[in-house]
């Protein structure tokens, strides 16, 4: 069942309509309602295309929390080989929050790290919606000192409203987690590349994204906080998400332009929800090309080039 959102219920009507058309004729075999019912999906394909032609930045951040976009788990099902899931912090305890192991990409020896929301409730409830405590940034940092040692290439996925903020998680070290994590990015002497595939929150999306590239989705999000924390704090009103989604400059467009993030991976007509194979191949690309010239840099260069990246970062938007 296809899940709408709130600015789609013009496109939800259309297609329903469609949907109507065709059940009457699988149960009515001498109907032939298929020219009306292609009409409408034109008309769909037009109404979808002018949806998505200028979104805001509050439908952006709509688009980027769709429960049918798909999550870390689909592209490490689909672009990885071999993959070995590894568990725990060494300390205290595993966080189904963060996936991660070693696995192959495009045959080459890699990690992969990712956040994952679930798919469903009780998915969903498991991972704790994507927000990672304290062991899961751990375990993070484990993986990355692991790639480290054997010259392994990183590929982090970001997709997390932000870090957990419960009081268990405070209380075992999540702000000195997310920094250690932050600073191991920055440490590694072996490639790290970083694809924003939906949501990525706060400290929670920098300690995965302090990378040697920084790709977004299209239509996915990157900012500091969510925009109805933002609208809570600054306005004392969580309505004014819209507002706050405009002044956090968090689409992926705008980021571009600021130089915090390398690329934009285009998602197909109406968000990657619409046809997430595509979207995870797009995504493999983008991978592809931007570790290629990284392979083959020196420890020290690679190590450089990421401080410099980020010593850069907003210069682009001040300049202009």
């Not at 013009?10 to 009457?24: D, F, Q, S, V, Y």
């Not at 295309?49 to 689909?78: F, M, N, T």
């Not at 054997?150 to 903020?165: E, K, M, R, S």
């Amino acid at each position: 069942m296809t899940h709408y959102l709130e600015f789609e219920k013009p496109l939800a009507e259309i297609e329903g309509k469609a949907e109507e058309l065709r059940a009457l004729a699988r149960a009515n075999a001498e109907m032939d309602v298929e020219k009306e019912a292609a009409g409408l999906d034109k008309k769909a394909v037009d109404i979808l295309k002018d949806l998505y032609k200028g979104l805001s930045p509050w439908r952006k951040c709509q688009v980027a929390r769709h429960p049918d976009r798909p999550h870390c788990r689909d592209y490490i099902e689909a672009l990885f080989t071999e993959y070995t899931p590894l568990a725990g912090d060494r300390n205290f305890a595993d966080d189904h929050a963060v996936m991660g192991g070693l696995a192959r990409f495009n045959d080459q020896p890699v990690v992969v790290i990712g956040q994952e929301k679930g798919h469903d409730t009780k998915s969903r409830i498991e991972r704790n919606f994507g927000m990672a405590r304290p062991e899961g940034y751990r375990k993070a940092i484990r993986l990355m000192e692991l790639a480290d040692r054997f010259g392994l290439p990183v590929i982090t996925l970001v997709d997390t409203p932000g870090a957990y903020p419960g009081k268990g998680a405070e209380e075992r070290g999540q702000s000195e987690a997310i920094a250690r994590s932050t600073e191991k990015c920055l440490q590694l002497k072996v490639p790290l590349i970083s694809v924003i595939i939906g949501e990525g929150g706060s400290g929670g999306a920098v300690a995965f994204a302090s990378a040697n590239k920084v790709a977004m989705l299209e239509h996915s999000v990157y900012s500091v906080i969510t925009p109805e924390g933002c609208a809570s704090i600054l306005w004392k009103d969580a309505e004014k998400m819209r507002e706050a989604a405009e002044a956090l400059r968090l689409t992926a467009q705008d980021l571009q332009k600021l130089g915090v993030i390398d690329q934009i991976i285009p998602e197909p007509l109406g968000g990657a929800q619409r046809d997430p194979q595509a979207t995870i191949a797009a995504v493999g690309k983008a991978i592809e090309a931007l570790l290629a010239p990284l392979k083959k840099k020196k420890p020290d260069a690679i190590l450089k080039e990421r401080r410099k990246k980020f010593l850069d970062v907003g210069s682009k938007g001040l300049a202009a």
